[in-house]
Each structure stands twice: as C-alpha cells, then as structure tokens.
C-alpha cells in the first residue's frame, strides 16, 4: 500500500546524513490527486507525499541541481534509478552528492486514464491507494474501485526493473522485471507500408511543441538540433558565419518533419532510454512515442547484446573492436 | 430565440458543406476531440467538453506561408476561402475575440484578416464544467457569447439557437426555426443553473493587477518554475498566446513561412548580440502569468486568459496556472 511505503520514504528521510541540502521528491498537487515533483529542505519532510500518480522522473531536476552546492537525496523508482545511473555514466550527475531512496515499484498510473475511470471530480478526491491489484479512490465519503490493469501506464507492462538497481536505501520489496518486447514484436509483423502509413498518421498530429524532449532527462543538449538557430552566436559572429550554420529542421510543421525530428530524437537515445516514459505521458497529443524508444531498445539488445545496465556507456562499447 | 427540433449543430455543418465552405468542426480522435476540416457531417462529433487544441489554428496556423522565392519572388496573397467553425466554446470564441484584439487592432495583419473576414462562428453552450475550467473567474459565461454569429445550446431532444449577428441570420434562415416556447426558455436557464453550479475551480482576480505589479521580484517565480521544463505545450494549446516567428525555409530557393513560437523556448528572446533577456526558465514562465493576466491587461483593459484550463490538464509536471495566480505573496 504506498500510504506505508510513504511512512516508510519519510521515515527515511528523517534520518538522512547531515550533509545533504535537498530532498527531490513528491509532494500532491492542489486540487488534483495527482503528486508533482518539488525540491524540498530536509526539515520539509511532512510536506511529501506518494502514490500509484507520483508518476514524474525526478532525474532532470536532479540535474539541474547538481549546478549548486550540497547532496542531494531522490525518490526513485525503477526507471528513475536507471535515469539516474545513465546521467552518471554521462557525467552529469555526481553519485557521491547523491542519496537515492529507492522505491520498489509496482507501477504507475495512467493520468488520462485515471481521468475516464474515475467518477468522482478531481479536487475531491482525498485518496488514491494501490492496494493488492486494485485502486481505491476515495472522495466524499464514498470509495471507488478500479482494477489496475484498467489504469496502469501500458509501459509499465514492459518494466524490466521495478526495483531499483542502485540505492542507498531500498523501499518495498524487490520485485522481478522481465525483457520483454511482446508489443514490438507485434508491430513488427506489419508489412512495410502498413508501417508507413501509421507512422505518417501518428505524425501528422505532431504539433512540435517539443514536450517530449523537453521532459526528457535524457535530452538535455543545450542546442537542439531541431531548433531554428543553432549553435552559439556571440556578439562577435560575422552574418555570413551564423547565416552559413547548418540548419537541420526548422519549424516547418508536416508529417514528414515531424517524422524527422521524432527518429533524429530517438536515435540519439540508443542504449540510453531509460524507459520511464515522461516523453509519452506528455505528449498533448498522445503520440505512442514510446514505440520508436522501444523499438531502438530491441535493436540495441538484439544487435549489439548491449542493455542500458551496462557500466560502459553504448557508444563507447561500440569503439572496443571485439577480439579476432 | 429560437429552438431546433433535432441536432443543429449536425445538420448547419451539412448544409455549410453544400454551400461550398470549408468546415472547422470537432472530431473525435482516438482519446481526445479536436477541430479539423470535415468533408462530412458524420464525422462529427459533438460529445466533449472542449477540444484538446484549441481552435486558433483556424485564423492563425501553425505554418504559414507568406512568400515564395527562388530567381524571383512571389508573394503569397492574403486571401481565404468562406470557412465556418462549428461547436466552439465560449471560452474559445472570447480566444478569437481576443486574438482579433492583436492581430486587426492597430496594425492589421493582412492573413489573418483575410481569415478573420470569411469566417461564420457557430457556438456551443456548455452543458457542463471540466475539471480544468475556470472561464467564470476571468469574467465569461459557459453558455454566452455575443461574439458568435450564432450560439446552439443542448436540451437533449432539441437545441436553442440564437442569433447574434447578420452572418448568422442569413444561414439560420435557412433552417425550419420555431420560437422558443416558455418551456424551452425556462429548461434553458435551469440548465445554465446546473453548469454554473458544476465549476470546481477558480481564480482569483480581485486586486490581480496590484498584487503581480508587487510581486515580479518575488522569489515565488522561482518556486513556482522548479519543475517547468520549458517545453511548449501550455503556449501552443491557449487559445490566446500569439507569439510567432518567421523564418526562411531553403537557402536559393524556398519559402518564407510564419510559425508559431513560445515564450518558454530559450531562443525566443536570445538576441543576435547573444544576450537573452530572459535566459532562465523562471523568467520565460513568469513572462506567461504576467502575458495572461498583467501586460495584456495593461496595453488592452483585460485578461488574456479565458480559462480553458488546456494549459493545466496537458501540463506534463503539473503548474497550474490557477493556483498560480492565486498563491502569489502578497507584501514583497
């Protein structure tokens, strides 16, 4: 039940080392059920709170605050844990300035499905509680029921790691993940231009609002290769240098740019993914982003026998040529 | 006013169809509603609270193109087929309202006037408030507008429809309209009862513009972008957030094409001397509270916020520009 696992996450965060500044956790939003991500003091602790909606990966803002001074302690799941160690291998994060209370988790909610299921209005709703394989909403004295598998975030189908890989502190009991890519393998027996035709569609809905990279913890180039003016301009940049600068993608909204910026996206997350799914969460328009990430994914582990777990990052695995 | 006996709404966007105009009209996709061109009456559906998009692509596209060039340069005229939008909310009628106050106010803009000028508004009462709606706290009414040529409410075995201008009279007239009887008059406003009484969230205006004049410096606008994460979402949903670019597509040969763009992109106010004015996410979002509810109140006497709630329910972190607006410290 996450109302123990939240007595326990906050149990923990009680007695955390003396040297850390910030607690990245989750605390609910008003109005809603759902929780939001919030960088908390260590003397904030009865603020935070957690449930089947804690469904954000806290390791972008970890990230940013890995440009201040201080240790950091993280509530992480699964996937947020693999985020995590993957902006590690990159450099981007300092393991030692960080504690993570890992969570074992059993999976998230669906917020949109959430939505349809529920019957109650949002800001009435007091509870959201994952008990056994069931939800219990509860709002105005009355209680709901919902199965699971109604609202379970479809990704969360395929977890490969539920429970953290790396922590200081381990939440829950260790559940088993499995490789499994059931789904892709599915949409691998369309014919090619069946393929075509419902990537063309899915596409056509883009509104490259560029949420997908934004929210992404792996996407955190600072220019964009997609953006409109890339590379650095200085005050000193002659015109004809910054009108000669290559220009991948402008804003030209179709079909076959989005197509563009989508697999130029996923391309540049091959072996990195950590499957958390924020891209698809949120998307405005519901784009089934996730296919292409674990379609890559598949390739990666077929092709190259490599998994995101690894120690060496994908890229650098490739450069070690193989005995013989 | 007028009553429809059977579905309205339907049956003008049929007859718009046969009249040779092009037809914005809700469509369901698979989880959500947006406006699109139907080239049929059946593909229409109007069972939703209010589309995921919002219509202003209608008068103001994503792209646009406003000139050709290559060995010579061809300019795109401003010109527009007759077009009509059917089922929009009131909330995104006061959107148009609004952007018609940017983009015809002062300077015309010639595309969008052309646009603007062969478009018949056909809107859509509320039957009910989602979850996100708040259009009654910046001063509008879910079943009102006098903005639309024509504005349909729903009573389940016919719809009221009233005119509100001599666009709307001409196609109306087309249609078998009987009087409303005093039934229909009191269903009606029993109705507006039970939506007024659905909203569950609300803003609050009152002192707004003193209590952000006092509060721009707050650290508030840190807390309260902490976990924004820039993206473009909340700008390319509102029904009123205008901003655009315009770029050369093609480097001999191309074209010159108008785009949407958002205050929270970094590049949208980095300057070519390399300074941007507002480089950090904090201040790319403060800008978008103070856009809706401070400078636009400023330079056109009201809120540019008509409380959709789009921008709430597609937030991927969760910033709520209600309880925005109404945590702002007061005293700082």
Known sequence: MNSEILEKIKEECRKLPDDISY?????????????????????????????????????????????????????????????????????????????IIGVSCPGVIDYRKFRNAVKFRLPEIESVELVGDEVIVKANGEEQRIPFSEVIFENCLYCEQP?????????????EGKLDFSDIEEFEKLDREERWSYWMEVFSKCIRCHACRQVCPLCYCEECLVDPSNLAVSPMTPAEEKAAYPR????????????????IRVLH?????????????ACPMELPLLKLERKLKKVVYEVFNYSPDEEIPFLSKLDILPEG | ???????????????????????????????????????????????????????????????????????????????????????????????????????????????????????????????????????????????????????????????????????????????????????????KKELEQKVLSSFVRSVNTENLKERMAEAFNSDYWKEVAENCVSCGICTYLCPTCFCFD????????????????SCQFPLHTLESSSHNPRREKWQRLRNRFYDKFYYMLVRKGEFYCVGCGRCIAACPVGIDIAEVINNIPSGV
């Open chain 1, 23 to 99: 607690i990245v956790g989750f605390v609910r939003k008003r109005g809603e059920p759902r929780e939001v991500l919030k960088v908390l003091k260590p003397d904030e602790v009865d603020r935070m709170s957690f449930s089947p909606l804690s469904f954000n990966n806290p390791a972008r803002i970890v990230m940013d605050l890995m440009k201040s001074d201080g240790k950091i302690a993280v509530i992480a799941k699964g996937c947020d844990a693999r985020a995590l160690k993957q902006l590690e291998k990159e450099e981007k994060i300092e393991r030692e300035r960080l504690y």
């Open chain 1, 248 to 263: 991948v993608l402008g804003k030209t909204v179709n079909a076959s740019d989005n197509m563009v910026y989508h697999l």
């Open chain 2, 246 to 261: 315009i770029f050369d597509d093609g480097e001999l040969k191309g074209v010159r094409i108008r785009a949407w763009d």
């Open chain 2, 1 to 187: 006013m007028k009553v429809y006996e059977g579905n309205f709404l339907k049956d003008v966007v049929a007859k718009l169809l046969d009249d040779g105009y092009r037809v914005y009209a809700p469509v369901k996709e698979k989880n959500y509603h947006v406006f699109k061109v139907v080239e049929n009456a059946d593909e229409v559906d109007f069972d939703y609270i209010n589309t995921r998009r919002s219509p202003k692509d209608v008068t103001f596209p994503e792209n646009e193109v406003l000139m050709k060039y290559g060995e010579w340069v061809e300019e795109i005229p401003a010109q527009a087929d007759k077009t009509a939008i059917v089922g929009i909310r009131p909330c995104d009628i006061q959107g148009l309202r609004l952007m018609d106050r940017v983009f015809l106010e002062d300077i015309t803009d010639p595309y969008y006037e052309a646009k603007r000028k062969n478009l018949l508004v056909v809107g859509y009462a509320c039957n009910e408030a989602g979850d996100y709606c708040f259009c009654t706290s910046v001063g509008l009414s879910p079943f009102k507008s006098d903005y639309a040529d024509i504005i349909v409410t729903e009573l389940g075995d016919k719809q009221v429809v009233e005119i509100r201008s001599e666009k709307g009279e001409a196609v109306a007239s087309k249609f078998d309209l009987s009087d409303a009887s005093d039934e229909d008059v009191s269903r």
């Open chain 1, 269 to 281: 997350h091959a072996g990195r993914c950590a499957g958390c799914g924020e891209c698809e969460r």
């Open chain 1, 163 to 175: 429970t953290p890989k790396d922590y200081d502190v381990l939440i829950g009991e260790p559940r």
